[in-house]
C-alpha cells in the first residue's frame, strides 16, 4: 500500500474530477476564482499541488495533516506564502477564496466614463495625475488628447522593460520561495548572492543537492521565462 496521504498525487493541471468527495455544483464557485494566478503547496519539502488557488485549496484540505511537516502555500508569482481558510464545505471555502484573490485587474477594469454611440468599451479606470502645467499642455496637443496619449506612454515604457520586468520580478518570487524553505541549508547565502548577480550556472550549481521538489520549484521560479 502506498505510504502516501489522501490527496497526495503529482503535481500539474488538475480539475474537478480528481477532488475525492467533490461534485459538480462547485465548478460555479471555482470560475468565480481567477484562473491567471497559480499557487503550489508544500507538506514539508515535498512539493503537493500546483494549481490555481480553489484547485489547491481543495487539495490541501484532504490532505492529511502532519504534526512534523506543516503545509505551506505559495502564491507563484511573488515566491510569498498565503493562507487559505479552508473551514467549511468545498462552497465555502470557494466562496471566501474568490473574496480574497480577486481577478487581475485586467479582467475587471470597467468604463467610468460615459459611452458616445458607437464608442468601444476600452475597460479604462479613471486614477487622478498630478503633472506640471506643461506636461498637461503638451498632453493635451496630443492626438486624442491626454488619455490617449497617457496610455501609449504607458504601453511604449511597458513593450520597452517588459522583459527586464518579468526577470526581475521571477528572481524576487524564487528569493521569497527559497528564504522560506531553503533559508537553512547549506550554501543559501552564496546561492542568494548567484541570484541576484544573475548566474543561472553557479546558482544552479549551489542548489543541486537541495531537496529535489524545492530545487526544481526555486528553478522554475526563477527561469521558467528564460528556459
Known amino acids: ?18 477532488y475525492p468527495g467533490t461534485n459538480g455544483g462547485n465548478a460555479v464557485n471555482m470560475a468565480m476564482i481567477s484562473m491567471q494566478r497559480i499557487f503550489t503547496a508544500f507538506q514539508g519539502q515535498r512539493r503537493l499541488v500546483s494549481g490555481t488557488a480553489g484547485e489547491v485549496a481543495l487539495v490541501v484540505k484532504r490532505v492529511a495533516p502532519r504534526s512534523d511537516e506543516a503545509i505551506i502555500v505559495f502564491s507563484d508569482a511573488t515566491g510569498r506564502s498565503i493562507d487559505f481558510d479552508l473551514r467549511g464545505g468545498d462552497r465555502e471555502v470557494l466562496a471566501r477564496l474568490a473574496m480574497q484573490i480577486p481577478p487581475p485587474a485586467e479582467e475587471t477594469e470597467a468604463p467610468t466614463e460615459p459611452r458616445g454611440r458607437g464608442r468601444p468599451k476600452l475597460g479604462v479606470v479613471a486614477r487622478e495625475v498630478t503633472l506640471l502645467p506643461r506636461h498637461w499642455e503638451w498632453l493635451n496637443a496630443q492626438p486624442g488628447g491626454a488619455s490617449v496619449a497617457l496610455r501609449k506612454l504607458v504601453e511604449d515604457a511597458r513593450r520597452a522593460s517588459g522583459d527586464k520586468d518579468r526577470e526581475r520580478q521571477a528572481r524576487d518570487a524564487a528569493y521569497h520561495f527559497m528564504s522560506t524553505m531553503a533559508g537553512n541549508l547549506a550554501q543559501f547565502e552564496e546561492a542568494s548572492r548567484a541570484l541576484f548577480a544573475d548566474d543561472r550556472r553557479r546558482f544552479t550549481g549551489l542548489i543541486a543537492d537541495w531537496p529535489a521538489d524545492i530545487r526544481d520549484h526555486i528553478v522554475k521560479l526563477a527561469y521558467s521565462d528564460r528556459a
Do not use: Q
Open 1 to 18: 500500500m502506498s505510504s502516501r496521504p489522501v490527496g497526495y498525487f503529482h503535481p500539474g493541471i488538475l480539475t474537478a474530477v480528481i
